[in-house]
């Protein structure tokens, strides 16, 4: 298997040549001072690409999507690895490199402050950028608590949701600075290095004028323990199937709780309604030492199946104005009237 991953990117990088230059926003929730938001910075700089990060100015892990915007002006404290000292604006950038910029606020906040506050006033020439990138995270985030959990996530689908194509990248290795990667032979530079290859492959394969992904869609990839940056075993999975999802233990003695996984694992956070129900899932790939990628959408809708029916038969006698096909003319025209934004979103 490696060595088939081995020629498929030998191809890609021989593709590399020809490859365009993609306008790439970053974002993560490990903070803009992350080795490995760094390191990937890094590695799409130096392929040629224009990068910019927005990211948060603290660690902001576990925020979902949540976009909480600082009512600070000015920060209150340094940012991560004081990098920035308190006093300092809210929103800017690093003192050494004016395209990585910190916002003192959530991820979701980040992906957003970008969008409507960076790009369009110092960055005007960028349009919608082509692919927000989002990590890669310290520590997996497989199956779908990352919807409502992950920050890394939260910033992906933010941007998804503004009609831009996101790959949010989570790893295993622990949290370290930028300043304390000094060789390409550490755990950061091992991960940016797969997350890079994975992201060069979307683009690669991604005609000119084509957006990365269809509207609405995002990429969750995890990546297993490194202990070289040679690329694992790549499995397209989904991100139910063998996924954990928390319970509360009590104390006695404290009278606190805190989280364990459930055991055994529960079926409902397990069901395949959507997608192919035939692919692992990622959670248990990731375990097995393989790199995980799972596709998602940011439409929750049920499928259209009985079950569906059956859910909606039951507010059969409340649906108002219903003609045969259970249809309601709207008397509000709001909706109608409200323009629906591709990826015109910044114009
Ligand atoms: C915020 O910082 C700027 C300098 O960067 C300063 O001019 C301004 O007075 C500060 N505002 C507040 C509310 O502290
Ligand atoms: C960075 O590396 C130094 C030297 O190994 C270590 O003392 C320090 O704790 C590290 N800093 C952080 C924030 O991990
Ligand atoms: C590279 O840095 C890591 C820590 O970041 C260290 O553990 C390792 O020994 C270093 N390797 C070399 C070859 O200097
Ligand atoms: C409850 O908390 C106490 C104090 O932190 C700890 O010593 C004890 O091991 C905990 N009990 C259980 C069952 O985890
Ligand atoms: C039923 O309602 C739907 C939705 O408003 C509408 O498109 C359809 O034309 C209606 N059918 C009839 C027979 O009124």
């Known amino acids: 298997m490696k060595t088939a991953i081995g020629a498929a990117l030998t191809v890609a990088l021989s593709l590399a040549s020809s490859a365009q230059a993609l306008k790439i926003l970053m974002n993560n929730d490990d903070g803009f001072g992350s080795g490995n938001i760094r390191e990937l910075y890094r590695m799409f700089k130096e392929a040629g690409h224009d990068v910019l990060i927005v990211a948060p100015a603290t660690q902001q892990s576990a925020q979902g999507g949540r976009a909480d915007y600082t009512t600070e002006r000015n920060l209150t404290g340094p940012t991560q690895y004081d990098i920035v000292p308190a006093g300092m604006p809210s929103v800017g950038t690093d003192p050494h490199d004016s395209n990585i910029w910190y916002y003192n606020g959530t991820p979701a906040a980040c992906t957003f402050v970008a969008l409507d506050y960076v790009l369009p006033r110092y960055y005007?020439?960028?349009?919608?950028?082509?692919?927000?990138?989002?990590?890669?995270?310290?520590?997996?985030n497989t199956g779908p608590f990352v919807f409502t959990l992950s920050g890394t996530l939260g910033a992906t689908y933010a941007a998804v949701e503004r009609s831009i194509p996101a790959i949010a990248f989570s790893a295993s290795n622990p949290s370290v600075p930028f300043f304390n990667v000094t060789n390409s032979s550490n755990p950061a530079t091992w991960v940016a290095t797969v997350s890079f290859n994975i992201a060069q492959e979307f683009i690669e394969n991604t005609g000119e004028d084509q957006a990365i992904l269809p509207l609405?869609?995002?990429?969750?990839?995890n990546i297993p323990d490194l202990d070289s940056g040679a690329m694992p075993p790549v499995v397209k999975t989904r991100l139910t199937g063998d996924a954990d999802v928390d319970i509360a233990v009590y104390n006695e003695t404290t009278g606190l709780f805190h989280y364990d996984e459930i055991e055994p694992k529960a079926a409902g956070v397990n069901v395949c309604y959507n997608g192919d129900c035939g692919l692992p899932g990622e959670t248990y790939v990731?375990?097995?030492?393989?790199?995980?990628v799972s596709v998602f959408t940011v439409d929750y809708d049920a499928p259209s199946i009985p079950y569906t029916d059956l859910v909606f038969a039951k507010v059969n006698g409340l649906v108002d104005g219903?003609?045969?096909?259970?249809?309601?003319?709207?008397?509000?025209?709001r909706r109608s009237r409200r323009r629906v934004v591709g990826r015109d979103v910044l114009d």
């Open 216 to 221: 609405g869609y995002g990429v969750n990839v």
């Open 286 to 292: 990731v375990d097995g030492g393989a790199v995980s």
């Open 322 to 333: 219903k003609n045969e096909t259970g249809g309601y003319n709207l008397k509000s025209k």
């Open 124 to 140: 005007p020439d960028w349009g919608v950028p082509h692919l927000l990138t989002s990590g890669p995270n310290f520590g997996v």
